[in-house]
T-cell receptor, first 113, second 119 residues
Framework: KAGVTQTPRYLIKTRGQQVTLSCSPI?????VSWYQQTPGQGLQFLFE???????NKGNFPGRFSGRQFSNSRSEMNVSTLELGDSALYLC????????????FGSGTQLSVL | AQTVTQSQPEMSVQEAETVTLSCTYD???????LFWYKQPPSRQMILVIR????KQQNATENRFSVNFQKAAKSFSLKISDSQLGDTAMYFC????WGAGGTSYGKLTFGQGTILTVHP
C-alpha cells in the first residue's frame, strides 16, 4: 500500500505570490490533516478535512486555506506569501473518523524569498 | 489548552544500549491518546508507538516501550537495543477525543528530542 504522497517536495516562491501544495492520502483513508513545521515554532496544526468537510482549524490567518476532493486528496493554499511562511508543510492521513492513528508524508519544503 | 514538554533537546546512546526519552503533558481532558513519532533526516514523521489514556497497561512495540504515568502526566519512551537507524528527532504528541470533536486531526507536539546512536 502506498504511503501518504506530498507534491512537490521542494518549492521556492517570492513574497506576495501564492502557492498550492498537494497531498494524496493512503488508499482508503478519508481524513487529511495539515501541519506546519518551523525551527522556531515547531509543529503546528493547520486544519483537518474528512469527507470533503473541514472539521477543525488551527490558529493561522485566513491566507492559509485548504480543501479536500471526493477522492480524499487534499490541497493547501497559501496566498500573499510572507517570509515567515517558509517551512516544512506536512500532511497526514487517517482511516478512522476519530483520527486514532495519523500517518504522515515526507512534506513539502517551502522557501519564500 | 494542552501543552507537551520534552525537556531533553538532545540525547546520545551507544549502539545496543538502552535510552529513555522524557515527555510531560498538561491537559484537563479525560479522553486522549499519546504518541511518539520519529522524524529521521528524510523528514517523514513515522509513528513509533501509541497509548490510549484509558488503558493502564503500557504500550510496547518490539524494542520500543512507554512508561505512562497518568496521574503525573508523564509519558516516557524507552528504546532497547538501540540501533543506528534509531538516530532521528523524536516527538511526543497528544490528541484529545470525545464530545465536541474539536480535536479532529489535531496533534499537539512537544519540541522534540534529537537522538543520536553512536556505533
Amino acid at each position: 500500500k502506498a504511503g501518504v504522497t506530498q507534491t512537490p517536495r521542494y518549492l521556492i516562491k517570492t513574497r506576495g505570490q501564492q502557492v498550492t501544495l498537494s497531498c494524496s492520502p493512503i488508499s482508503g483513508h478519508r481524513s487529511v490533516s495539515w501541519y506546519q513545521q518551523t525551527p522556531g515554532q515547531g509543529l503546528q496544526f493547520l486544519f483537518e478535512y474528512f469527507s470533503e468537510t473541514q472539521r477543525n482549524k488551527g490558529n493561522f490567518p485566513g491566507r492559509f486555506s485548504g480543501r479536500q476532493f471526493s477522492n480524499s486528496r487534499s490541497e493547501m493554499n497559501v496566498s500573499t506569501l510572507e517570509l515567515g511562511d517558509s517551512a516544512l508543510y506536512l500532511c497526514a492521513s487517517s482511516q478512522e473518523a476519530t483520527n486514532e492513528k495519523l500517518f504522515f508524508g515526507s512534506g513539502t519544503q517551502l522557501s519564500v524569498l | 489548552a494542552q501543552t507537551v514538554t520534552q525537556s531533553q533537546p538532545e540525547m546520545s546512546v551507544q549502539e545496543a544500549e538502552t535510552v529513555t526519552l522524557s515527555c510531560t503533558y498538561d491537559t484537563s481532558e479525560n479522553n486522549y491518546y499519546l504518541f511518539w513519532y520519529k522524524q529521521p533526516p528524510s523528514r517523514q514523521m513515522i509513528l513509533v508507538i501509541r497509548q490510549e489514556a484509558y488503558k493502564q497497561q503500557n504500550a510496547t512495540e518490539n524494542r520500543f516501550s512507554v512508561n505512562f504515568q497518568k496521574a503525573a502526566k508523564s509519558f516516557s519512551l524507552k528504546i532497547s537495543d538501540s540501533q543506528l537507524g534509531d538516530t532521528a528527532m523524536y516527538f511526543c504528541a497528544f490528541m484529545s477525543w470525545g464530545a465536541g470533536g474539536t480535536s479532529y486531526g489535531k496533534l499537539t507536539f512537544g519540541q522534540g528530542t534529537i537522538l543520536t546512536v553512536h556505533p
